[in-house]
């Protein structure tokens, strides 16, 4: 038997993310004393309405194959959500229900991509898009932003990227790993372009609502009218409502054969995601956004923390101070191969696509494990013990204090 997997599995970068997280849980496995940053996972329960719905479809014996697009009434709970929230007007007919939000991408791109057509990534981006648009056949365009502006994005330089190949802009915001939120007028040029040249939008907002100090993230479907016939809505339940082992996410278009188009994919994959969890992300969509806000409301406290700390040491990027996670520079701390006493250690997420050389995103939903910057972490003093960056070198060590005590009164129970 020939022993040679395809040529489109030996070009399959697997997950960066995924690999440092299945490293780090080996390793506590081990016994190991370690603090786990790199998912991007809000570190609360699932919001009660979520659960309690759960249980009632397990008692209520709802355990069965649903619609392949998804359950109706989670459809029609998705639907609502998108009027009331982002005042977008959808029929259940125009989603479909996927297992995450990253199945739900991937099976769009696979929907609308051709050999050889572009897809315009701004840079730094989530480490999937590259691999998912090389698997389906397209082109991955990197455009930069620049950590000086913020991370957000220049429509000038997207403008220069288009081509005739281009088929589809892909935007984020709130944005993994930089934090940008974006803006009206950002996203309005960028809608301008998509209208100029003809492109489809697929939005990924599984982070809108961990927005902080008021702000509020915007759909580009709600712009207007062309805006929302070629914008795809990427979202799910996992963040805002503490749901990612749950796995339910899903794409929404006013396109009827685009939807048509990933629900086949679907059907031939992976058919609805569990009914159990459908259930769940409807009872939490259908609840109140009590538990969400106060959940958000922690992740500020922690962001108001420890982004000064970080700054005090000398590897907080200027521009991450706003957004929902931590992308850091770690190129001006010291190289060298220091070791953790006594087995601990703390991994960090990848800054993820096209991000800066040596940078470090730190996911702030697990941001109380990392509150042991509080001591040892002043200006000048040494920088915290065990966070290891991708070019091989750590930070110094500093003393570590337990979260739950430098976290005292900051959780939502």
Known sequence: MRNQLSRRTQSLAPSATLALDQKARALKAQGKDVINLTAGEPDFRTVPAGERAALQAIEEGFTHYTEGKGDEGLREAIADKLRRENGLSYSPADIVVSNGAKQSLAQVLFALLDPGDEVIL???YWVSYQQQVLLAGGVPVEVPTLEGKGFHPDPERVAQAITEKTKILVLNSPNNPTGALYTREEIQALMDLARRHDLWVLSDEIYEHIAYDGRKALSPAGLNEDAFRRTVVINGVSKAYAMTGWRIGYAASPQKELIQGVAAWQSHL????????????EGALRGDLGPVEAMVAAFQKRRDFLYPVLSSIGVASPAAGRGLLLLHRLGSLPRGNH???????????????????????????LAPQLCYLRRGAGKGGPAPQGMVCREGSSMRRAPLTMASRAMEGWQVK
């Open 122 to 124: 701004l840079s730094p």
């Open 339 to 365: 070791q953790l006493p006594a087995g601990r250690g703390a991994s960090g997420g990848s800054g993820g696509g096209g991000s800066p050389r040596g940078s470090l995103r730190l996911p702030r939903l």
């Open 270 to 281: 992976t058919s609805a995601p569990s009914s159990i969890s459908q259930r769940a992300a």
